[in-house]
Structure formats: C-alpha cells, structure tokens
C-alpha cells in the first residue's frame, strides 16, 4: 500500500512542540506516511494578511487529511494592529484560520471525546455519602455543529441600512433596541439550518448507537432561544422516535448542564449542540479529566476530509521555554481519533493503551499532571518535558 501523505499544520505557539511528537508516536507505532507542512497562523497573517493561505488550502484539498497543532487569535484591533505596515492599507480584517478551514472545507461535524484516564491525578473528584471520596468515570462525547451558529461570522458593528431596516420589522428589536443609534449597535447572528443540523444530530446518534452508549442529549437553550434551541431539539426528538427508539434522548439548558457535569458527569453519553454551546460542553467535561492537555478532537465532512486537533490553544507563554513543557497528549489522542477516521482502528487502540499505561504508572508526569504552575524550571522540578512524555509512550509502544 501507498504511503499516505498527512498535512502538517504546526500553527502557533506551542503547536510545533506538541505535533511533532505525535507524528514521532505515530511513526513508533508504525504508521507509515510522508508529512508535508502547511503554512497556517498568526505569522502569516502579520506577513501575508491571510492566516490561512489559498497555497494550504490546496494542500488540503489534495491530500484530504491533517494534523492541526494549535493557532492564536486576536481582537480585531489587536490584529491590526501587528500587520506589516505596507499591509495595514488594504482594509484586511482578521478571520480565525481555523473557523476558515471549517467552513472553506465544510468541516460540519465536530467531535470531542472525554473519558477519565485511570490513574490521573487530576481526575474529578467528589465527596459520597458519609464523606467518601468518589471518583466518578468521565465518558463522554460531545459533538459540537462546527459551521454556523455564533461562529458562522455573519456579524457587523453599526450595520448597513438594509440590515438595520430588516432588523426593525421584528416587534422586540423596535422596542428594546429602536432608539439605539444604529452606529452604536454591534449584531453577531445565530444560524442554525435544517440539513446541518440533522448530520451533527445523526452523527451523535449513530456514534451512540455503534459504541454502546444509552442516551444522547441535546444541550442548548430552548426556553429562551426559541428559535434555533428549539429547532435542533424537535429534530433530535423525531429523529429519535423514529429511527433511534432504543437510544434514550435528553434535553439539557447549557448553564445547568454546567452545574450537573460536575455533580453527576457518570449520567452523561454522548451530548450534541450547536457551535458555541459545543464548545462550551466541551471545556467543561474536558476540566473533569485533566484539562486541555487531555481534550481531542476530530472534525470532518462528507467527502472525506478531516482535521484533527487538540482543544487548547497555542499558550505563547510557553512556546519560548528552552525546553517544551506541555503536555502532548491531547495532540497524541487527536492524531488517534485520525487514525480511527481512515481505518486503522488497531494501530489507534494500541497507542492509546500506551498512553493509558503512562498515566497509570505515574512515573512520567508533565507539569500538570503535577499540579505545578507553568514555569521554565518544572523540568528541574521533577516535572516531564513534551518530548519526555512522548518518550514514555514510545516506551510502551
């Protein structure tokens, strides 16, 4: 068989440290493919004015699959302000290169694994009856709609007239917000449509279904946004009756389902929202099993191509550390859920065992896992490097 060629997108910050030590478990656990490197992020953004260049785009539509590091965003004014000066006369704005490769590719389905790792000292934590010290298991998946709703970047500061007018034929904008000068308002739209909906909606069904998991629940607003809340959870609830009756269907506000995952998280499956409340779930049950560097993900299209990233950021604070201090394994994780996306099921079951033996041992601890502040020294502390945690998977392997 060919080798595959996988997209190499580093990004920014801390991306490079923790993609280049999951390409090197990758290669231990014999996956073979070539990597071809994409330009992406804030340094081609300040040189070029497009963080996310037609060339890498091209790259993408070639080779179908990549492996995304980590990208920094900023305030609009703030990104602005650090373009290359001959640049800053071409009225360019700042778009997240991330949001742009979702929506360019159609990237609709985003998937965000949480499971409790044995052994992890940063597992959530609870007091039972008589003062016992439980430690729930987190299994979790959330999808998330990855295309539209907050994050559809249909927005405007002092909107044009054409909008403004649209805007003053619905009775409760006339009344709380018509005698707003229109150059003082700022609109970011909602936007759910029927056919995105349904895919995120059978995606989080059919994982439910095929994985053995006993309920989804639909996690959004529907008491007060009664729109696009409402919608997805009626479609989840047809969907359900009429091809899922064995599979439980829940319906949780997002603020309250932040109270619940820390009271009873074990309750919860697999969990599906709209793009900002995603995101949001996401987070909150990731806290519950470590943290960022623990939190996966996969996003995809139907015509089978897929991007794969860990949830936290590029953290610049640390990209400059004489030695890389950040915890890989949610970078690993995701380059798994990559594996598992284009069949190579075994080679992915494999590698998450090592990385569970590692945590489970405990003998090889990045600094948060040692609940340790991020300074430059925790290494000399005691503390693994990037590169360390990734030998102890090697190990494994």
Not at 129 to 144: H, K, M, S, T, Y
Not at 349 to 354: E, V
Not at 356 to 384: F, L, N, S
Request: proline fraction near 5%.
């Amino acid at each position: 068989m060919a080798k595959r060629t996988i997209v190499a997108l580093p990004g920014d910050g801390i991306g490079k440290a923790v993609l280049d030590e999951a390409i090197r478990v990758l290669d231990a656990a014999g996956f073979e493919a070539d990597y071809v490197e994409g330009d992406i992020g804030w340094e081609f953004w300040k040189k070029e004015g497009n963080p996310l260049p037609d060339r890498t785009i091209k790259l993408l539509e070639k080779h179908k699959i990549a492996l995304f590091g980590a990208i920094t965003s900023k305030p609009k004014d703030a990104a602005f302000e650090e373009l290359s000066p001959e640049l800053k006369k071409k009225n360019l704005v700042y778009a997240s290169p991330i949001v742009g490769l979702r929506q360019h590719f159609n990237l609709d389905i985003c998937m965000r694994p949480c499971r409790t790792y044995t052994g992890n000292p940063l597992n959530f934590i609870r007091r039972g009856v008589g003062d016992a010290i439980e430690e729930p298991i987190v299994d979790v998946v959330i999808f998330r709609q990855n295309t539209e709703g907050l994050y559809g970047g249909v927005e405007w500061s002092n909107p044009p007239v054409q909008v403004y007018d649209a805007l003053m034929t619905h009775p409760k904008f006339v009344k709380n917000f018509g005698k707003t000068p229109k150059e003082e308002i700022s609109i970011s739209t909602r936007i759910f449509t029927k056919k995105a909906t349904e895919r995120i909606l059978r995606a989080a069904f059919e994982h439910a279904k095929n994985y053995g998991y006993e309920s989804v629940t639909v996690c959004e607003k529907p008491n007060v946004i009664r729109e696009t809340s409402g919608m997805m959870y009626k479609m989840a609830q047809q969907m359900q009756k009429a091809d899922y009756p064995n599979i439980a269907l829940h319906n949780t506000n997002i603020d309250a389902q932040m109270m619940w995952l820390t009271k009873n998280p074990e309750d919860y499956g697999v969990l599906v929202a709209g793009n900002m409340f995603g995101d949001i779930a996401s987070d909150g049950f990731a806290g519950l099993i470590g943290g960022l560097g623990f939190a996966c993900s996969a996003q995809f299209n139907d015509n089978g191509i897929g991007v794969f990233e860990p949830t936290h950021g590029s953290a610049p604070k640390y990209a400059d550390y004489p030695v890389s201090i950040v915890n890989p394994i949610a970078m690993i994780e995701s380059a798994c859920m990559m594996l598992d996306y284009i069949d190579e099921k075994p080679m992915a079951t494999k590698i998450r065992k090592a990385v569970a033996e590692v945590i489970a041992e405990g003998k090889v601890r990045t600094y948060d896992m040692m609940k340790m502040r991020g300074k430059a020294d925790v290494v000399e502390h005691g503390a693994a490097s990037t590169t360390q945690m990734a030998d102890a998977i090697i190990a494994k392997l």
